[in-house]
Structures are given as structure tokens and as C-alpha cells.
């Protein structure tokens, strides 16, 4: 069956610095769906990737879907402490519309 | 409402017996998915309904777990006989959109269940 994988688990950044985190599919994808969540809360929605090749960016966030849309990556630039969280990527196969599946997520902690 | 209500915010059961999880969804809101979030993990998804038909009821993980939506809005997961591995959150998520190539999950806060 699709298996969402992503990388690195953890990511331990200065404040200040960038880092890139990567989504990677079994399976080829309809579109992608990336969430932040927060320490104790729930997965907040994004932004959705849907065409091969895409690239959005949200003020210091960069989100790309692959050519083959089996991957993604989010790249986060000069790093803030609200950057905190855990990101998780969230896939649909094309032959599972219904089935949105998450990545086990990249915990992100910033260092002052 | 203005968000996605999950009910109780917290459960404490005994081995064996059975637990019911309240979803209200955005008012509106066709699709309704629930999942499982275990501790450092993502969510896994277990079951997603369109209205009162549920579509995907792929990964509950036994027959113990059950999952309705009768009247297209409030959603109700049942866990019967829970198990001490059946400790975890479960996040409810509604989506405005019918086709669900294109919605944006609107999570709840989540039901955190701790089996004893």
C-alpha cells in the first residue's frame, strides 16, 4: 500500500538559519498537503500542491512537488522561534481519493 | 459552529470496556475523516465518510472499532473491548470540499484516550 516517508525526523536549527525537510511517496500522488502542529494542539492545514513541478512559497516558507509527484520538500529560511512544531506531509494516491495519508512528521525545535 | 468539535477531550477506560468519541463538524462540511495519532507519530488515517456514506473505512484497525455517521453531520467512533495498544488521540477532520482531490482538512482538537 502508499507509504508517506519523511525526513529528518528531527531538526534541531539556530535561529536565523535555514533547513529543508522532505516528503517522499511509494506511490505516485494526485496532490500533496502539507500541516504544521503545534506542541499540544492539532494539525493546522497549509498548503496543497497539486501540479507537477509546483512551487508555492508563503512569506519564509517554500513548498515544491516533485516532477514524478512522489516527493516534496518545505524549506523554511532564516528560521524563527514560532517556526516550532512538527511538520507533516499528507498524501492521496491517485487510486485512493479518499485516503489522505500523513508522514510520521519533522519535529523542528529552534535555538535562540 | 466555528470549528470542528471533538468530544470528550479526554477518556480514561478500563481494559475491556467500550468508548464512544463525539465529532461536530464545520457546519456545511461534506467529508469527515477520523484518525489515530499515536504519541511522536503521525496521524493515521482510519476512516473517511462523504454525507452519512462512509467510503473508506480501510484502516480501522480491527472489528472493534466502529464508525458512523448517520444523519451526514455528527460522527460518532466506537471502540469496543479497548485495548491497552487503542491508547492514543483521535482527531477528527471535516472538509467542505465533496471532492476530496481539493479539501483542506479542518482538524478538531482531538479525543486523547489512555487505556488502563
Known amino acids: 500500500g502508499q507509504q508517506v516517508m519523511q525526513i529528518p525526523q528531527y531538526q534541531h536549527v539556530q535561529e536565523g538559519e535555514d533547513f529543508t525537510t522532505y516528503c517522499n511517496s511509494s506511490?505516485?500522488?494526485?496532490?500533496i498537503q502539507w500541516y504544521k502542529q503545534r506542541p499540544g494542539g492539532h494539525p493546522v492545514f497549509l498548503i496543497q500542491l497539486v501540479k507537477s513541478g509546483e512551487v508555492k512559497k508563503q512569506k519564509r516558507l517554500t513548498f515544491q512537488f516533485g516532477e514524478a509527484k512522489k516527493n516534496s520538500s518545505l524549506h523554511i529560511t532564516a528560521t524563527q522561534t514560532t517556526d516550532v512544531g512538527t511538520y507533516f506531509c499528507?498524501?492521496?494516491?491517485?487510486?485512493?481519493?479518499?485516503?489522505?495519508?500523513f508522514g510520521a512528521g519533522t519535529q523542528v525545535v529552534v535555538t535562540p | 459552529g466555528a470549528g470542528v468539535s471533538q468530544s470528550p477531550r479526554y477518556k480514561v477506560a478500563k481494559r475491556g470496556q467500550d468508548v464512544a468519541l463525539r465529532c461536530d463538524p464545520i457546519?456545511?462540511?461534506?467529508?469527515l475523516f477520523w484518525y489515530q495519532q499515536a504519541l511522536g507519530q503521525g496521524p493515521e488515517f482510519l476512516t473517511y465518510?462523504?454525507?452519512?456514506?462512509?467510503?473508506?473505512k480501510s484502516g480501522l484497525p480491527s472489528d472493534r472499532f466502529f464508525a458512523e455517521r448517520p444523519e451526514g453531520s455528527v460522527s460518532t467512533l466506537k471502540i469496543q473491548r479497548t485495548q491497552q495498544e487503542d491508547s492514543a488521540v483521535y482527531l477528527c477532520?471535516?472538509?467542505?470540499?465533496?471532492?476530496?482531490?481539493?479539501?483542506?482538512?479542518?482538524f478538531g482538537e482531538g479525543s486523547r484516550l489512555t487505556v488502563l
Open positions: 477532520a471535516s472538509s467542505l470540499a465533496r471532492d476530496t482531490y481539493t479539501g483542506e482538512l479542518f
Open positions: 499528507a498524501g492521496r494516491a491517485t487510486d485512493s481519493w479518499g485516503k489522505l495519508q
Open positions: 457546519s456545511g462540511h461534506v467529508s
Open positions: 506511490t505516485t500522488l494526485s496532490n
Open positions: 465518510f462523504q454525507n452519512e456514506a462512509q467510503l473508506d
